[in-house]
């Protein structure tokens, strides 16, 4: 697939909230797809080469034994300088997506704040709580390499978090998220329609939602339920209320809390969703909301979380040392401890019954237009489904996700 | 309007120690700044393209034209086909120390060549 081509930026979904962005920031950004689309297909593999090649045999002639940890790996991958190189090209490319994202936004940012506000002032679909405390894990990290993460507040009613997350989305994931980014919140969607086809939620609830993204397919597919996209970065959903109003929907309220501190009533949600949220909060938080979340659920109700699908015992210790980078050095620190966590465990002990969990993959609703034939071409995800066996991969079809989760 | 220093925010570190991979963290940070100088002589090289396009329409080349200027879908590729031809011409040393580990017999040492195949 060497010679398969990301679209060019200026092919993302626009509204009325959407930056501007000159011809500059546009081939910029179109610069760094193309880097990180080079660093993923063609830079990266060559990491497996000179680990047989000359990591590993060194690493058994100085110890006597082959490496048998994935620290072991990252820790003699570490002297090696082709993987120095890689591993030095791929974090620089993420500083300098977050720079020009930054930059982009923050050029405009009185603009754009005007532009959020009329679209947030005055309505009872977004809540704002000016007291809230940021959980202790998430201010310790600025998760992806992103100065600041997804609450810091630079100027009053700021938006930057929120609109640098959307317009840099496209570079981080190198367009295989489809134009509007929501890949993964349609491929939910076509999982529970497809899996579950009598559920008919009227109460959902999108926890660690963020902009909101993966929010609005839900809201699509069930245009009768009430639906809350709940966040912790006043910023995140700012801008998630202003981007979901300005793109017309209004059955979706935006609500700035810490999950584990929520004030909804017991046993009020049809539908729990999360969405790629578990990996970026501590062990403690995870098992303290969980609880939450069994609490929030009605009887008969769904609990749905996309992640990475966790180590086996027989992963790879090559898979597992690739999979785990982001997190020593993309700033995703609770990943490691996630991939090694048993995800059935944790929702068991949240109180689920254990003969009504399940897990599955899915893949995204296909694309028309130019994110179709790419769509798919680079997945972080798609060796990680390869490992959970129940899907086959197929590289023109859209993005492929782990599910898992639970019945109330 | 709020003051905010635009350039100082952009550039702002993310918090946790930066990880330096090479042997020696100066060489990292002058990769940085090529590959950032390497970012702008393509978005240099996109905006001369968007000219020349505009000069073989007959469209006014003016800055608001190149701004709103959008690709059609063969422009599109040709684009971004240039773009991985060029990221390629400029990783060719990343490449070639690939081919290396790959295979050993483009290894040999130019010294010990002669003497080695004296007889061939
Ligand atoms: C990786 S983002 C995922 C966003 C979204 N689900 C998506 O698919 O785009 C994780 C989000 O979780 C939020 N978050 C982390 N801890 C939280 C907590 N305790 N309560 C609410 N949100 C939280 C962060 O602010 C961030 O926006």
Redesign the pocket.
Known sequence: MANTLPPTFDRTGRHALTPAVDHDELARFNFLTNLNVHLGQQVSPGNRSAYEKRVKPAFKKAAGRDPETRQDLRKAMRNDPYYQFWAALRRNTMEQRQQSGRHVVLRQLDDLIGKAKSFNDGKDTLKIDGQMKV?R??ARVD?HCMPG???TEVVADDILAGAN?ETGLFVTTAGSMSSK?DG??RAIVNFVKKSFADFKPKRIL??????????LPLADAFPEAEVFA????AP?VRWGHARAQAMGYDNVKFIH????NLDFEHGSFDWIQ????W???STT?IQS?MKKMFDLLAPGGLFLN?EQPNFKPDTPLYDQFTRDWDAWYNNEPFWSKLHVMDVFELVKNAGFDPRKLFDGGTEADIEQGQFQPWSSTLSRHKHELKDSGDVKHNQYKGERWYLYGGWK | MTEIDVNKLANAKAKGKRPYFFDDPAVERVLSITMAVATELAVTRERLDTVERLLEDGVPVTKANIDSYRPDDDAAQERQQWHADYISRILRIVHQELEAIENESLNEDSEKLADKYAAA
């Open positions: 959980p894990y998430l998760n993460s997804y609450y997350y980014g993964g919140g999108d926890l660690g939602a963020g902009i909101g993204v993966n929010t709940v966040d912790a970065g995140m809390a810490d999950g584990d999360t969405t790629m949220f990996h970026e909060t938080a909301m996309v």
